[in-house]
């Protein structure tokens, strides 16, 4: 089962609540399942510059490096900022020039998003967690977007530890019973459900 929560400020007053409101409602979703989160900000428009979030999981990158390419390509100034396995570039360059050149030049990583206003982080584990280590609560802004992703049975093959065989028999257990539920009481592929003449 996956949730998602958003919410949208339409006071400059409460901005700088955004972050903690947001992680306090990620936080109640967490019994859904612990299993991946990811929340999106929109704070500090600019227009004068594009910000992109870029996600290097699993990966060592040297960002120092990647922006000097990336800002001699573009003919641009580029700064970044790193957090955990996340970087965020900011360039007065075109956000889509500037995409296109880090999926081009730097495989490895995943654009997860860009423009004037929004950072995008996402990683496995907790929401709380999630939300705690990249600092969703201390994040200002008008409106965000955050929620998590329950694994499914490959998933969990793939991340569960040596050794480790209740995950995988749990989650298979919970796809099909949440088949069988899904489609119980649904039209055959063979029914036509078309009532126009």
Same mark, same amino acid.
């Given at each position: %089962?996956?949730?998602?929560?958003?919410?949208?400020? &339409?006071?400059?007053?409460?901005?700088?609540?955004?972050?903690?409101?947001?992680?306090?409602?990620?936080?109640? %979703?967490? #019994?859904?399942?612990?299993?991946?989160?990811?929340?999106?900000? /929109?704070?500090?428009?600019?227009?004068?510059?594009?910000?992109?979030?870029?996600?290097?999981?699993?990966?060592?990158? #040297?960002?120092?490096? =990647?922006?000097?390419?990336?800002?001699?390509?573009?003919? !641009?100034? =580029? !700064?970044?900022?790193?957090?955990? #396995?996340?970087?965020?570039?900011?360039?007065?360059?075109?956000? !889509?020039?500037?995409?296109?050149?880090?999926? @081009?030049?730097?495989?490895?990583?995943?654009?997860?998003?860009?423009?004037?206003?929004?950072?995008? /982080? &996402?990683?496995?584990?907790?929401? &709380?967690?999630?939300?705690?280590?990249?600092?969703?609560?201390?994040?200002?802004? $008008?409106?965000?977007?955050?929620? /998590?992703?329950?694994? $499914?049975?490959?998933?969990?093959?793939?991340?569960?530890?040596?050794? @480790? $065989?209740?995950?995988?028999?749990?989650?298979?257990?919970?796809?099909?019973?949440?088949?069988?539920?899904? /489609?119980?009481?649904?039209?055959?592929? &063979?029914? #036509?459900?078309? $009532?126009?003449?």
């Amino acid at each position: %089962m996956c949730g998602i929560v958003g919410l949208f400020l &339409k006071t400059e007053r409460h901005e700088q609540e955004l972050g903690r409101l947001t992680a306090l409602m990620l936080e109640q %979703m967490r #019994d859904r399942g612990p299993d991946s989160a990811g929340f999106a900000v /929109y704070g500090d428009d600019r227009d004068d510059r594009t910000r992109l979030t870029v996600l290097a999981e699993g990966v060592d990158v #040297d960002w120092g490096e =990647v922006c000097g390419r990336l800002s001699e390509n573009l003919e !641009s100034e =580029v !700064s970044y900022r790193t957090i955990l #396995d996340h970087a965020v570039i900011e360039t007065p360059a075109a956000g !889509s020039e500037a995409r296109r050149w880090i999926i @081009d030049h730097v495989p490895e990583v995943t654009v997860l998003g860009f423009g004037h206003a929004i950072e995008i /982080y &996402k990683a496995v584990g907790d929401p &709380k967690l999630v939300a705690e280590r990249h600092g969703l609560a201390g994040r200002r802004g $008008t409106h965000a977007i955050a929620g /998590y992703n329950r694994r $499914t049975v490959n998933q969990w093959l793939r991340l569960r530890e040596p050794g @480790d $065989t209740q995950a995988p028999a749990k989650a298979r257990r919970k796809a099909r019973t949440g088949r069988r539920r899904r /489609y119980e009481g649904l039209p055959s592929a &063979k029914t #036509d459900t078309n $009532t126009d003449p």
